[in-house]
């Protein structure tokens, strides 16, 4: 998993998460760091937890996820965590509940690793 100081402090050629997918020379690691978060939105039930954060104006439990994905609670909490510790979401635990949101920065990081580079005006 990417370390939040990796998250914060991208180079132009990177975006956190590996190279950029138009970059010239992406080296293995990188390559392998790219696909971990591909990997991680993989699953439609992810691609969906991630929307409904996006469209959330509060952090989530498991709880509020469970009746619009229509899956058990077990199989909603693996799929939170296996966005977790790829880094697309943050947790923050409130008492015995754990409420989820979005990791804004690194989703601008994927957004970054197929969008056009920026031009530093």
């Not at 914060?8 to 050629?13: L, T, Y």
């Not at 996006?54 to 609670?73: F, K, R």
Request: aromatic share 4%; net charge negative.
């Amino acid at each position: 998993m990417p370390s939040q100081a990796t998250l914060d402090a991208a180079p132009s050629r990177t975006t956190g998460y590996g190279a950029r997918l138009d970059a010239s020379d992406m080296s293995v690691d990188e390559a392998v760091a790219t696909a971990a978060v591909f990997k991680a939105l993989g699953d439609p039930a992810r691609v969906r937890i991630v929307n409904l954060l996006a469209t959330s104006e509060e952090p989530l439990c498991v709880c509020h996820l469970i009746e619009p994905l229509g899956l058990s609670q077990g199989t909603v909490s693996h799929h939170v965590k296996k966005l977790v510790d790829a880094g697309l979401l943050q947790r923050d635990q409130r008492g015995i509940w754990a409420w989820y949101s979005l990791n804004r920065t690194a989703l601008g990081h994927l957004a970054a690793l197929v969008g056009p580079e920026q031009e530093d005006a």
